[in-house]
């Protein structure tokens, strides 16, 4: 993804945000991170890139993806981030966001399970990990359910974040998923 393409749109103006998307696999996260990089210039990462970048499949290239991932997370710069929202690291994303010392916007994206499953299945990406993943048709459900666990416990509750939750239905386009959230996130800047 190229942040400092922006021949289709001009640039939100907006202050500085972090933007974390969260969301189980194919529910549409780097697609809405790409409009929101190339609408903001922002710089985008996630734990996926970081992974590529950084991690070479073992343990410790695990722990190097995450500590650049997590890194990024506490910079005091604007930024749309991606990772799952669930699993052991919630804890360590939210403390280094909270760091940062700019407004933080976690946005989780839902879609139908059938819909993720659909879209996981058709990726192309080999992304480095020291884990195999079980087969998508359990592992979508298993990652939202987590998400959800963290979303009750954290990413909700943390007054320093606006959280939102947005549910949309599979035919919903991804025009209007990102209208969506710009709309929501000029509302918010409005308001600080």
Same mark, same amino acid.
């Given at each position: 993804?190229?942040?400092?393409?922006?021949?289709?749109?001009?640039?939100?103006?907006?202050?500085?945000?972090?933007?974390?998307?969260?969301?189980?696999?194919?529910?549409?996260?780097?697609?809405?991170?790409?409009?929101?990089?190339?609408?903001?210039?922002?710089?985008?990462?996630?734990?996926?890139?970081?992974?590529?970048?950084?991690?070479?499949?073992?343990?410790?290239?695990?722990?190097?993806?995450?500590?650049?991932?997590?890194?990024?997370?506490?910079? +005091?710069? #604007? &930024? $749309?981030?991606?990772?799952? %929202?669930?699993?052991?690291?919630?804890?360590?994303? /939210?403390?280094?966001?909270?760091?940062?010392?700019?407004?933080?916007?976690?946005?989780?994206?839902?879609?139908?399970?059938?819909?993720?499953?659909?879209?996981?299945?058709?990726?192309?990406?080999?992304?480095?990990?020291?884990?195999?993943?079980?087969?998508?048709?359990? +592992?979508? #459900? &298993? $990652?939202?359910?987590?998400? %959800?666990?963290?979303?009750?416990?954290?990413?909700? /509750?943390?007054?320093?974040?606006?959280?939102?939750?947005?549910?949309?239905?599979?035919?919903?386009?991804?025009?209007?998923?990102?209208?969506?959230?710009?709309?929501?996130?000029?509302?918010?800047?409005?308001?600080?």
């Amino acid at each position: 993804m190229d942040p400092l393409d922006f021949s289709n749109m001009k640039r939100l103006a907006i202050s500085p945000w972090k933007i974390l998307l969260i969301g189980t696999l194919g529910s549409g996260k780097t697609t809405l991170a790409e409009l929101l990089v190339r609408d903001t210039g922002f710089p985008y990462a996630s734990i996926d890139e970081c992974r590529i970048r950084y991690g070479d499949g073992t343990i410790s290239g695990e722990d190097c993806a995450w500590d650049h991932f997590l890194e990024i997370c506490g910079s +005091s710069t #604007p &930024a $749309i981030l991606e990772f799952s %929202g669930g699993g052991i690291h919630v804890d360590e994303v /939210r403390k280094n966001l909270l760091c940062s010392t700019i407004p933080v916007w976690v946005i989780w994206l839902v879609l139908p399970m059938d819909t993720c499953i659909t879209r996981a299945l058709q990726r192309q990406k080999n992304i480095p990990a020291p884990f195999p993943w079980g087969p998508i048709e359990y +592992s979508v #459900p &298993a $990652i939202h359910d987590s998400i %959800g666990c963290a979303w009750d416990s954290v990413w909700s /509750r943390e007054p320093g974040f606006h959280a939102t939750r947005q549910e949309s239905r599979s035919t919903t386009s991804v025009g209007d998923r990102y209208s969506v959230i710009t709309r929501d996130l000029l509302a918010r800047i409005r308001e600080t």
